[in-house]
């Protein structure tokens, strides 16, 4: 029984320290149009329209400051890893159109006693009531690139990761920058021929 019960704690103190927010990770995945010949777009030029920012965390936010501090860091990234991957910015008619989404929301991941513990553990330990015993609220950002072509979009690339609230400006422009090179990483996509 004090095995069971020090896996258990084992387990539950391995997934409390393996969940950090501050040691962020980017997730990310792209979806593509297979008919489209992405050989072909050399050029690119941002939508009218350049992005979206979407905010599900408080009451009252305003988009309008996050986005003034965020399409700066997101045009500057995006241009230059384009360029990395031989697509050049167009000045007139360019083969892809580019535009972003920018959505953050809150979060949350809480630990309860027993929940590792089988179904019934009645023969073994007494009953207790389910209580919260780790609770952590974190920030999550998903950034989602979508390329056109005559208006349709013909790749989509996202990147997500969750990171702690009190990030400096400095460590989310990193992270941000990190989604962006991660999901680009993915363009052109590799196509049967």
Same mark, same amino acid.
């Given at each position: 029984m004090r095995k069971r019960l020090s896996a258990a704690l084992a387990i539950v103190l391995g997934l409390t320290f393996t969940v950090s927010p501050d040691a962020a990770s980017v997730k990310a995945k792209v979806a593509f149009d297979k008919t489209f010949n992405f *050989? %072909? %777009?050399r050029t690119w030029q941002w939508a009218a329209d350049a992005g979206q920012v979407i905010l599900a965390r408080t009451q009252g936010e305003d988009k309008e400051a996050v986005r003034r501090l965020a399409e700066p860091v997101i045009r500057d990234a995006v241009g230059a890893e384009l360029r990395k991957r031989g697509v050049t910015e167009a000045t007139a008619a360019p083969d892809l159109t580019l535009a972003y989404?920018? %959505?953050m929301s809150v979060g949350s991941a809480a630990h309860t006693a027993g929940q590792f513990l089988p179904s019934t553990p009645e023969w073994g330990l007494p009953?207790?009531?389910p209580s919260t015993t780790a609770l952590e609220a974190i920030e999550r950002g998903t950034?989602?690139?979508?390329l &056109? &072509? %005559?208006g349709h979009v013909v790749w989509r690339g996202i990147g997500e990761a969750g990171f702690s609230m009190d990030l400096?400006? *400095?460590k989310r422009e990193a992270l941000l920058r990190e989604a962006i090179r991660k999901v680009l990483e993915k363009y052109p996509p590799k196509? *049967?021929?």
């Open positions: *050989k %072909a %777009a989404y920018l %959505a009953y207790f009531g950034l989602v690139l979508d &056109s &072509s %005559a400096d400006m *400095k196509q *049967k021929e």
